[in-house]
């Protein structure tokens, strides 16, 4: 499966915004997708995740509450509304596929086999 993240942007504190990610071929919906991001510097963080089905959703504890993963398995696409954004939540995010995590591996990006190009995400204080 081949991804292409959308949506980044420069934003003020308090801001929204709704990265997006669209994934090729006609099995999207077997496929866990999460969000993760990278700051300059920093290593690779898991951000967010939805199972197939898109019954089962996952966060990172820093974004509970204010960001919300969903997927559109007819449009193969991923989606990230981020809201409340804070100066912290500037990174390149990055969205990622798998078919075969199990739960306990979910936040782990190295189980993760296909990966999109990344979108800026830049919060200003």
């Known amino acids: 499966v081949q991804l292409q993240a959308s949506g980044g942007g420069l934003v003020q504190t308090g801001g929204s915004l709704k990265l997006s990610c669209a994934a090729s071929?006609?099995?999207?919906?077997?496929?866990?997708v999460a969000w993760f991001r990278q700051a300059p510097g920093k290593e690779r963080e898991f951000v967010a995740a939805?199972?197939?089905?898109?019954?089962?959703?996952f966060y990172t504890d820093s974004v509970k509450g204010r960001f919300t993963v969903s997927r559109d398995n007819a449009k193969s696409t991923l989606y990230l509304q981020m809201n409340s954004l804070k100066p912290e939540d500037t990174a390149v995010y990055l969205c990622?596929?798998?078919?075969?995590?199990?739960?306990?591996?979910?936040?782990?990006?190295?189980?993760?086999?296909?990966w999109g190009q990344g979108t800026q995400v830049t919060v200003s204080s």
């Open positions: 071929g006609h099995t999207f919906r077997r496929y866990t």
């Open positions: 990622a596929a798998d078919s075969g995590i199990i739960n306990t591996s979910i936040r782990l990006s190295q189980q993760y086999d296909y």
């Open positions: 939805v199972k197939g089905n898109g019954g089962s959703t």
